[in-house]
């Protein structure tokens, strides 16, 4: 699971990153138990430990923005994930 530790804690870098492929963000949570869904455009519906969160994936770029990153930082802290789940 080497891949998934680098993209959490490049998710959880100081200052804050935008160089994160959502690719690997999205392998990240299903590795970690989460349930994807397809929303409208490009809207990513997902729950993980009972906490539930929208996401747009970026585009026409692969990488995410550092609103983003924050974002997904705050859902892994409120769904309860730490580095020893990785």
């Known amino acids: 699971m080497g891949a998934h530790k680098r993209t959490y804690e490049a998710i959880f870098r100081?200052?804050?990153?935008?160089?994160?492929?959502w690719n690997d963000i999205e392998a990240l949570l299903?590795?970690?138990g989460a349930e994807?869904?397809?929303g409208r455009g490009s809207r990513v519906r997902i729950?993980?430990?009972g906490?539930?969160?929208v996401f747009h994936r970026p585009h026409?770029?692969?990488e995410t923005d550092r609103?983003?990153?924050r974002s997904m930082r705050r859902f892994l802290q409120e769904a309860g994930v730490s580095h020893d789940d990785i």
Request: glycine share 4%.
């Open 47 to 49: 729950v993980l430990n």
């Open 60 to 62: 026409p770029e692969k």
């Open 51 to 53: 906490v539930r969160a």
């Open 30 to 32: 299903l590795a970690l």
């Open 67 to 69: 609103g983003a990153v």
């Open 36 to 38: 994807l869904r397809e």
């Open 14 to 21: 100081d200052p804050v990153v935008s160089n994160i492929s």
